[in-house]
């Protein structure tokens, strides 16, 4: 069963793939266990990159999506820092093409922000 937490990375990591990619279809489902955040997005293509996969681009659409990544990595990793009050110390992320899925993963620092700020 979901919890507020994964609830409100789910919410954030699809709004964050609505402004960029400018389409609402996007669902996810999110899982944390100990130091690892691991959101699952599905129907994450937008209709021109629908269109390019089924051109025979995929690769053109997976090198976007890299590059997208690459360019929102502080974003992701500071909604994920702010919900879960921990720093993230990796992220990476995942696309598939089909059936257009991804997997946004995040590991976390064991100590909580605040903690973690005190102790300096």
């Given amino acids: 069963m979901a919890s507020a937490l994964t609830r409100a990375i789910s919410s954030e990591i699809v709004a964050l793939y609505a402004r960029v990619y400018e389409h609402d279809r996007t669902t996810a489902t999110t899982y944390i266990n100990d130091n690892v955040v691991l959101c699952v997005l599905e129907n994450i293509l937008t209709e021109h990159e629908a269109t390019l996969i089924d051109a025979g681009s995929s690769t053109v659409v997976i090198d976007g999506r890299v590059a997208f990544q690459t360019a929102t990595q502080d974003e992701f990793t500071a909604a994920v820092e702010r919900l879960t009050h921990r720093r993230v110390v990796a992220f990476m992320s995942a696309n598939q093409s089909a059936p257009g899925v991804a997997a946004e993963l995040f590991f976390l620092?064991?100590?909580?922000?605040?903690?973690?700020?005190?102790?300096?």
């Fill in 109 to 120: 620092d064991a100590t909580p922000l605040a903690a973690a700020a005190s102790l300096t």
